[in-house]
């Protein structure tokens, strides 16, 4: 069962910006460390920024510097604010949070960045 909605995805010349949203409407962002993966079509899938409940974020070396991830606790959402956009970014973006063993994934939202 999908537990979270992604949106804001779309397709962008490279060099533009997207902004993600990720809303939890099952409750299940409180207290944890929020996650930003992306895959690629033909290719694994691959984690891209993380956010703790605190707001600590981290993210991979090839988006550092061009991502920004935030949170509103308030509104049970995380956000990935994407600039500099380069054609490898294109992918399908899911956000994701473990529980304990449980993993939870939302639909994922589809970037597409044309050169």
């Known amino acids: 069962q999908v537990q979270f909605v992604e949106s804001g995805g779309g397709l962008v010349q490279a060099g533009g910006s997207l902004r993600l949203s990720c809303t939890d409407s099952?409750?299940?962002?409180?207290?944890?460390?929020v996650a930003w993966h992306r895959q690629a079509q033909g290719k694994q899938r691959e984690w891209v920024a993380g956010i703790s409940w605190s707001g600590e974020t981290n993210y991979a070396d090839s988006v550092k510097g061009r991502f920004a991830i935030s949170r509103d606790n308030a509104k049970n959402t995380v956000y990935l604010q994407m600039n500099s956009l380069k054609p490898e970014d294109t992918a399908v973006y899911y956000c994701?949070?473990?529980?304990?063993?449980?993993?939870?994934w939302g639909q994922g939202t589809q970037v597409t960045v044309s050169p």
């Open positions: 099952g409750r299940i962002f409180g207290g944890h460390v």
């Open positions: 994701n949070v473990v529980v304990g063993r449980t993993e939870y």
